[in-house]
Nanobody, 121 residues
Framework: QVQLVESGGGLVQAGGSLRLSCAASGSILSINVIGWYRQAPGKQRELVATISSGGSTNYADSVKGRFTISRDNAKNTVYLQMNSLKPAETAVYFC???????????????WGQGTQVIVSS
């Protein structure tokens, strides 16, 4: 069974940094685009950043220059380095893979359970 397990969330002061990790497991052959989304209380889930299997990245305008997404294909892990965090970025951060090819077939639009990030002012 495929799992996306996020870690690295927590409480940080405004201006601080956190590094999120999302590890995929479960007979995975390859992952296409994988990335991070976030959902603040009472708001819709929004894109933060994605990265393709080839390393092409896409960022929300609000995080450009402060956040960096990277991936280790050998470990099926994606990272999000978040710097200069703002209180408004308090949210649950979710990992998403648009297509995961496994030994048993292909899974589309797969989500992790999320990790809470709280940025205090």
């Amino acid at each position: 069974q495929v799992q996306l397990v996020e870690s690295g969330g927590g409480l940080v002061q405004a201006g601080g940094s956190l590094r999120l990790s999302c590890a995929a497991s479960g007979s995975i052959l390859s992952i296409n685009v994988i990335g991070w989304y976030r959902q603040a209380p009472g708001k819709q889930r929004e894109l933060v950043a994605t990265i393709s299997s080839g390393g092409s990245t896409n960022y929300a305008d609000s995080v450009k220059g402060r956040f960096t997404i990277s991936r280790d294909n050998a470990k099926n892990t994606v990272y999000l380095q978040m710097n200069s965090l703002k209180p408004a970025e308090t949210a649950v951060y979710f990992c998403n893979a648009d297509r995961i090819m496994t030994r048993w077939g292909t899974i589309y639009d797969y989500w992790g359970q999320g990790t809470q990030v709280i940025v205090s002012s």
